[in-house]
Antibody, heavy 116, light 113 residues
Framework: EVQLVESGGGLVQPGGSLRLSCAAS????????MNWVRQAPGKGLEWVSY????????YYADSVKGRFTISRDNAQSSLYLQMNSLRDEDTAVYYC?????????WGQGTLVTVSS | DIVMTQSPDSLAVSLGERATINCKSS????????????LAWYQQKPGQPPKLLIY???TRESGVPDRFSGSGSGTDFTLTVSSLQAEDVAVYYC?????????FGRGTKLEIK
């Protein structure tokens, strides 16, 4: 069974940093591109970042470019999102999602709250 | 960026009746070299992550009931629920993965009348 489990969320002050993790199991992690997608409270879905299976290609939404860094460790079947210079508007549930042609598996999400 | 515009924002349909949700992209998501539309549909229930229903505009994901169908090409797409069941109450999102940044529609809330 495919499983994606996010962790690392929490309350952080504006300007602070957090590192999110996504532990993958039940599939060959090394063969899939992965994404981070976020959802602000009561709002819709916003794609945040993508990383290819080999880490050779990464993409970011303009809203996080220069502040967030996506990475992965294929040996550990793990996906990461390093978030720096956090802003109030980064408050959201962050999901990791598998795939590039439609996201066919999602984690349950981890809540990031940016507030003073 | 490709803007995805969904309509309506909300929809109330009687049990057993048809529900239709529309999605329009600001530019074509049809890739001419493989004749595929880079368009997906998701269902999201409260407190849950989104669930992929349809990809390539009309291909049903494994395990998705056949009352869900997707159609359209280029810039205009439709998700149809042929006979609404109580468990279909959710928010539905369209999503283009044709170009970066991948973008989603704002969602359509589907309810029982």
């Amino acid at each position: 069974e495919v499983q994606l489990v996010e962790s690392g969320g929490g309350l952080v002050q504006p300007g602070g940093s957090l590192r999110l993790s996504c532990a993958a199991s039940g599939f060959s992690f090394t063969t899939y591109g992965m994404n981070w997608v976020r959802q602000a409270p009561g709002k819709g879905l916003e794609w945040v970042s993508y990383i290819s299976s080999s880490s050779s290609t990464t993409y970011y939404a303009d809203s996080v470019k220069g502040r967030f860094t996506i990475s992965r460790d294929n040996a550990q079947s793990s996906l990461y999102l390093q978030m720096n210079s956090l802003r109030d508007e980064d408050t959201a549930v962050y999901y990791c999602a598998r795939g590039a042609d439609g996201y066919n598996h999602w984690g349950q999400g981890t809540l990031v709250t940016v507030s003073s | 960026d490709i803007v995805m515009t969904q309509s309506p924002d909300s929809l109330a349909v009687s049990l057993g009746e048809r529900a239709t949700i529309n999605c329009k992209s600001s530019q074509s998501v049809l890739y001419s070299s493989n004749n595929k539309n880079y368009l997906a549909w998701y269902q999201q229930k409260p407190g849950q992550p989104p669930k992929l229903l349809i990809y390539w505009a009309s291909t049903r994901e494994s395990g998705v009931p056949d009352r869900f169908s997707g159609s359209g090409s280029g810039t205009d797409f439709t998700l149809t629920v042929s006979s609404l069941q109580a468990e279909d109450v959710a928010v539905y999102y369209c999503h283009q993965y044709y170009s970066i940044p991948h973008t989603f529609g704002r969602g359509t809330k589907l309810e029982i009348k």
